[in-house]
């Protein structure tokens, strides 16, 4: 089946009770039993919910994976991922990385003891030549979160395999209407499906999907025993929205790759970040492992002082943290989705104070355009 009618029918795509177009919403903590001694399928929420578990056997379905679990966030998703790992495991992860990524290694695991390496994984030999004989894992994001860096999956994925590690990816910017990493190799896939997946800028959600079952069976235990589920809530609004996922991000793409091409004759922009665009570095390469340059993209005005008083002015875009809903959200990423990274790392990655990253959302491209020139122009 094409993409956007898997998204419309994978998974359970009724209610097989009643036969409803929508799957019901759950609402119970605890399920009775029969048998104490032949406990039934559902048996407490946390360990199980039939709407999680519709929303769970979907995304399974459109990222050809053998299993997926949902957390209460993506960064509960990260962090139960982490919990592969073990005190004194080596993990490599790109330098260009949310800043949340960046936070949980450089703190909490950190603490714990789990050792990561940022490395520039756009140079496959750079990559190859981290890898320690207590390398477990490689973390990769592409495009990456700010910059849209482009790294080859295919590379990491037959590193990783040389090397017998696992490789993740984050997958959050392309969805798997765009880019399915476990195509090309990939263990793991994470999501943060707060953003595209769910589109409405309505929930919390994360998202692990896992090539194999054994991977899938561990991370199962790690979602019952560790607890960060999501709400029932919230796993209806997630399912609701993976529907439309197809001719969302398909509109928002369009209106990106048309943004990214004028934003570039703009004087007071100096450059443009958007992996589509002609001269991005590693454009081919995104081409050749993905279905489009997605909705976002990011651009660096002249200087500091004309950049805060641009996104003071900005009407159309919320200026916001997060990405992906139908409307569009603009970053300022040194204070909002990077906060969390030292200046003197963000400096050494190129995110720097004249910075501003775009998630396109379903408005016309020739709003957004003249909303973006008259503040720029506003004195």
């Not at 490789?167 to 765009?178: E, H, K, V």
């Not at 439309?244 to 790759?257: D, F, H």
Request: aromatic share 6%; hydrophobic share 40%.
């Amino acid at each position: 089946m094409d993409l956007t009618t898997k998204f419309i029918h994978a998974g359970v795509d009724r209610d097989p009770v009643t036969g409803a177009s929508s799957v019901p919403i759950y609402l119970a903590s605890t399920y009775a039993q029969t048998d104490p001694d032949n406990i039934g399928h559902f048996d407490y929420a946390r360990s199980g919910n039939p709407t999680r578990e519709a929303v769970e056997s979907t995304l399974a379905e459109i990222e050809g994976g053998a299993a997926a679990l949902t957390f209460s966030s993506g960064m509960a998703a990260v962090s139960s991922t982490l919990l592969l790992f073990q005190p004194g495991d080596h993990l490599l992860v790109g330098m260009d990385i949310y800043g949340g990524t960046y936070r949980v290694l450089t703190t909490l695991f950190a603490r714990w003891g789990l050792h990561a390496t940022f490395v520039d994984t756009t140079d496959p030999a750079a990559l190859e030549a981290a890898v320690t004989d207590k390398t477990k894992a490689i973390l990769v994001e592409s495009p990456s979160n700010p910059l849209l860096r482009i790294t080859d999956l295919r590379a990491v994925a037959a590193l990783a395999q040389k090397r017998g590690i696992l490789a993740i990816a984050d997958g959050t910017f392309t969805t798997p209407y765009l880019q399915r990493p476990l195509e090309f190799g990939f263990d793991l896939v994470i999501h943060s499906a707060t953003k595209f997946l769910n589109g409405h800028s309505d929930i919390l959600s994360g998202v692990v999907v896992a090539a194999t079952q054994e991977l899938g069976d561990k991370l199962k235990f790690i979602q019952n025993a560790f607890g960060a589920v999501p709400g029932v809530q919230d796993c209806w609004l997630l399912l609701r929205g993976i529907k439309t996922l197809g001719v969302r991000l398909e509109a928002e793409q369009r209106t990106a790759a048309w943004l990214a091409e004028e934003l570039c004759r703009i004087p007071e922009i100096t450059r443009v970040h958007y992996p589509a665009l002609p001269g991005h570095p590693g454009r081919d390469i995104h081409l050749s492992q993905a279905s489009g340059g997605g909705a976002v993209l990011s651009f660096e005005l002249r200087d500091v002082e004309l950049t805060r008083s641009f996104l003071r002015r900005v009407r159309l875009p919320l200026l916001a943290v997060s990405l992906g809903g139908v409307e569009s959200v603009m970053t300022y990423p040194v204070t909002m989705s990077h906060a969390s990274m030292p200046p003197e790392e963000r400096a050494r990655r190129g995110i720097g104070d004249t910075l501003v990253r775009l998630s396109v959302g379903l408005e016309s491209g020739g709003d957004l355009l003249d909303d973006i020139r008259q503040a720029l122009q506003a004195k």
